[in-house]
């Protein structure tokens, strides 16, 4: 399997301006040698988006984010790695060196030849479609029963799946496509070790097929439409829609349909049109309504949010079922987005009103009176929250109120919580100081560190969970004054480091690298820049200033060194208290005897120094 080699990795970071590369996402000014804009992550109107092209890193203090050009396309195109190191040097026009010679048909990654099967399952879907006999019901039945034309289907790449067990397989065998490929596809069954492509049944056999893109266009899944053509003998012969499973490509929660098509069509101050199912969508662009994105058979996710909000559109028009399933659907909506900034506008369809069929018959401007009589994210959860037909009690109007509230905990802006709570006041004819202060009183959710920074996050918040330990700073003085790091990485214990951190499992990995000799100092770490959260963690301690002079380093080195190893002495002394005090009674002699050796440690301590 061919990787791409390390110095391909540094020259971009060290040709690519990081400036030009963010440009095309974020509206950025000068602010001093660095850049700021609005942040491409979330909803704000106060710049918090810091680019600063010297040091090669990005840094926004509304989410707490950050890390380098890489990181900044894996966030924003929603790609692996090794992914966004090809986007950029296709973008720059800069030619990639792999190791171990260039990557043939035997050597290219699991993930490119899956990406390739999908792409020729496609074009073979679609040919069957068009030009095979047993598909010719098929054709009336897209054309006839669900009145599109054949023009949209060419547009869409629709397929169809032959009921034949190993038809597909048979096609990729002429092809040369691995069956370790096909395993990982999610387009067959066959057992864990078989190896004949004869053997691969098809998942999808006798079905409608409708292509899944991912926002760069590339088909990732596929979901299938159950028609008569469909044998009986298919396990999944009763549901009317099947999908693709997950695969290394293909995660539904983070991929909305249609997204690939929406965005560019996406004009500012336009909406996106959030519906149902695919094939809701492709009836809305038939018509002319091209911002039509759907979520993949679920209810919306937080992912496929936060994917919309990346382009930033006026709002979200969400056309629901006016069912009381569809009003529900909008309900569990909402506080996600909330959390996301997202403006949601309700445009509900009478009962039992179907969207296929209004815009079949009616075309576009289907849709004006249900947006003249659409609701707002606020408006939806008062109306489902008050009885139908007559005025609200003072016992209903409460219990609205507290039903808002609840929502309002998601929204991350003081200013749009105390609007939102003018509007309500209004929608429930109570006064609105009384609601700002009853919401005030209001008992909080618990908050959640796990998995991130806090939003608005201080310097100390974005250190270790214990918070003063020293493991940031000491690791913040390892990159920052190189010429140190492996007189540190010789004194250091690894016990000493608190490994609940990123900035403790960061450290740990560049000491172990150092006390091996695999690398001379820190000055080019980036081979053991592994994850995310580690670019993450690189662009905060690149953006933030210790004030610590050179001539001042060693003396900084040696306290945090011994901070971090009194902190672990005192540590274990309590783990020690802990284990005395849950002994059986033969156990606490020699616990207590440790317990004296480790309190002697404490009491005085070694002083380290490099």
Same mark, same amino acid.
């Given at each position: 399997?061919?990787?791409?080699?390390?110095?391909?990795?540094?020259?971009?970071?060290?040709?690519?301006?990081?400036?030009?590369?963010?440009?095309?996402?974020?509206?950025?000014?000068?602010?001093?040698?660095?850049?700021?804009?609005?942040?491409?992550?979330?909803?704000?109107?106060?710049?918090?988006?810091?680019?600063?092209?010297?040091?090669?890193?990005?840094?926004?203090?509304?989410?707490?984010?950050?890390?380098?050009?890489?990181?900044?396309?894996?966030?924003?195109?929603?790609?692996?790695?090794?992914?966004?190191?090809?986007?950029?040097?296709?973008?720059?026009?800069?030619?990639?060196?792999?190791?171990?010679?260039?990557?043939?048909?035997?050597?290219?990654?699991?993930?490119?030849?899956?990406?390739?099967?999908?792409?020729?399952?496609?074009?073979?879907?679609?040919?069957?479609?068009?030009?095979?006999?047993?598909?010719?019901?098929?054709?009336?039945?897209?054309?006839?029963?669900?009145?599109?034309?054949?023009?949209?289907?060419?547009?869409?790449?629709?397929?169809?799946?032959?009921?034949?067990?190993?038809?597909?397989?048979?096609?990729?065998?002429?092809?040369?496509?691995?069956?370790?490929?096909?395993?990982?596809?999610?387009?067959?069954?066959?057992?864990?070790?078989?190896?004949?492509?004869?053997?691969?049944?098809?998942?999808?056999?006798?079905?409608?097929?409708?292509?899944?893109?991912?926002?760069?266009?590339?088909?990732?899944?596929?979901?299938?439409?159950?028609?008569?053509?469909?044998?009986?003998?298919?396990?999944?012969?009763?549901?009317?829609?099947?999908?693709?499973?997950?695969?290394?490509?293909?995660?539904? /929660?983070?991929? =909305?349909?249609?997204?690939?098509?929406?965005? $560019? %069509?996406? *004009?500012?101050? #336009?909406?996106?049109?959030?519906? +149902?199912?695919?094939?809701?969508?492709?009836?809305?662009?038939?018509?002319?309504?091209?911002?039509?994105?759907?979520?993949?058979?679920?209810?919306?996710?937080?992912?496929?949010?936060?994917?919309?909000?990346?382009?930033?559109?006026?709002?979200?028009?969400?056309?629901?079922?006016?069912?009381?399933?569809?009003?529900?659907?909008?309900?569990?909506?909402?506080?996600?987005?909330?959390?996301?900034?997202?403006?949601?506008?309700?445009?509900?369809?009478?009962?039992?009103?179907?969207?296929?069929?209004?815009?079949?018959?009616?075309?576009?401007?289907?849709?004006?009176?249900?947006?003249?009589?659409?609701?707002?994210?606020?408006?939806?959860?008062? /109306?489902?929250? =008050?009885?139908?037909?007559?005025?609200?009690? $003072? %016992?209903? *109007?409460?219990? #609205?109120?507290?039903?808002?509230? +609840?929502?309002?905990?998601?929204?991350?802006?003081?200013?749009?919580?105390?609007?939102?709570?003018?509007?309500?006041?209004?929608?429930?004819?109570?006064?609105?100081?009384?609601?700002?202060?009853?919401?005030?009183?209001?008992?909080?959710?618990?908050?959640?560190?796990?998995?991130?920074?806090?939003?608005?996050?201080?310097?100390?918040?974005?250190?270790?969970?214990?918070?003063?330990?020293?493991?940031?700073?000491?690791?913040?003085?390892?990159?920052?004054?190189?010429?140190?790091?492996?007189?540190?990485?010789?004194?250091?214990?690894?016990?000493?480091?608190?490994?609940?951190?990123?900035?403790?499992?960061?450290?740990?990995?560049?000491?172990?690298?150092?006390?091996?000799?695999?690398?001379?100092?820190?000055?080019?770490?980036?081979?053991?820049?592994?994850?995310?959260?580690?670019?993450?963690?690189?662009?905060?301690?690149?953006?933030?200033?210790?004030?610590?002079?050179?001539?001042?380093?060693?003396?900084?080195?040696?306290?945090?060194?011994?901070?971090?190893?009194?902190?672990?002495?005192?540590?274990?002394?309590?783990?020690?208290?802990?284990?005395?005090?849950?002994?059986?009674?033969?156990?606490?002699?020699?616990?207590?005897?440790?317990?004296?050796?480790?309190?002697?440690?404490?009491?005085?301590?070694?002083?380290?120094?490099?």
């Amino acid at each position: 399997m061919a990787r791409i080699a390390q110095q391909s990795v540094e020259t971009i970071k060290h040709q690519v301006n990081l400036v030009d590369l963010v440009s095309p996402y974020v509206e950025l000014k000068r602010a001093g040698s660095s850049w700021k804009g609005l942040s491409p992550f979330t909803q704000e109107k106060t710049p918090s988006f810091y680019v600063h092209p010297d040091r090669g890193f990005y840094k926004c203090f509304s989410t707490g984010e950050g890390g380098d050009c890489f990181t900044f396309i894996m966030k924003v195109e929603n790609l692996e790695f090794p992914e966004a190191i090809e986007f950029i040097a296709k973008k720059f026009n800069i030619t990639l060196e792999y190791e171990a010679g260039g990557p043939s048909r035997e050597e290219v990654s699991l993930r490119k030849q899956i990406f390739e099967i999908h792409e020729l399952a496609t074009t073979w879907y679609h040919q069957q479609f068009s030009e095979s006999q047993e598909a010719a019901p098929v054709r009336s039945y897209w054309q006839e029963q669900r009145g599109f034309t054949m023009e949209t289907a060419d547009d869409v790449k629709i397929g169809y799946a032959p009921a034949a067990r190993n038809a597909l397989a048979l096609y990729f065998k002429e092809r040369g496509i691995s069956t370790a490929a096909m395993h990982k596809s999610g387009l067959f069954f066959a057992r864990d070790n078989e190896s004949y492509h004869d053997n691969f049944k098809s998942r999808f056999r006798g079905r409608l097929m409708v292509p899944i893109r991912d926002v760069q266009g590339r088909v990732v899944a596929f979901t299938a439409r159950q028609l008569e053509q469909t044998p009986e003998d298919d396990p999944a012969r009763e549901a009317k829609y099947v999908n693709s499973p997950e695969t290394q490509i293909f995660h539904k /929660s983070r991929i =909305l349909f249609g997204m690939d098509h929406a965005r $560019t %069509h996406l *004009k500012e101050g #336009a909406s996106f049109l959030l519906v +149902e199912g695919q094939l809701d969508a492709i009836r809305c662009w038939s018509v002319g309504l091209h911002t039509a994105v759907a979520p993949q058979g679920t209810a919306i996710t937080d992912d496929q949010l936060h994917l919309m909000r990346r382009y930033q559109p006026s709002s979200v028009e969400c056309l629901l079922d006016g069912d009381k399933a569809g009003r529900k659907a909008a309900l569990r909506a909402l506080p996600l987005a909330f959390k996301a900034g997202l403006e949601f506008r309700f445009l509900l369809l009478p009962e039992k009103a179907d969207p296929d069929d209004l815009l079949r018959q009616h075309g576009a401007e289907a849709l004006e009176p249900l947006r003249k009589a659409s609701k707002s994210a606020i408006e939806l959860a008062v /109306s489902e929250s =008050l009885p139908d037909g007559r005025a609200p009690s $003072t %016992h209903e *109007k409460t219990t #609205a109120l507290r039903n808002v509230f +609840e929502l309002l905990q998601h929204v991350p802006s003081e200013v749009a919580r105390e609007d939102y709570i003018q509007t309500t006041s209004r929608l429930l004819n109570v006064d609105p100081h009384a609601a700002l202060v009853d919401f005030k009183k209001a008992p909080k959710p618990q908050a959640n560190n796990q998995g991130g920074l806090k939003l608005g996050s201080t310097h100390k918040d974005s250190r270790d969970t214990l918070l003063t330990d020293g493991t940031w700073e000491l690791l913040w003085l390892v990159l920052h004054f190189p010429e140190h790091s492996a007189a540190i990485s010789e004194i250091i214990d690894y016990d000493w480091i608190n490994s609940s951190s990123p900035a403790g499992r960061l450290l740990k990995r560049i000491l172990a690298e150092l006390r091996e000799g695999l690398i001379p100092d820190t000055s080019n770490i980036e081979n053991l820049i592994e994850t995310i959260e580690d670019r993450q963690l690189m662009a905060d301690l690149q953006s933030r200033d210790l004030d610590i002079e050179a001539d001042l380093a060693e003396t900084e080195i040696n306290t945090q060194l011994n901070y971090i190893y009194n902190n672990y002495l005192k540590n274990r002394l309590n783990g020690l208290k802990q284990q005395v005090a849950n002994a059986s009674p033969t156990e606490q002699p020699a616990l207590m005897r440790l317990v004296k050796t480790a309190r002697n440690e404490l009491a005085t301590p070694h002083q380290l120094e490099i």
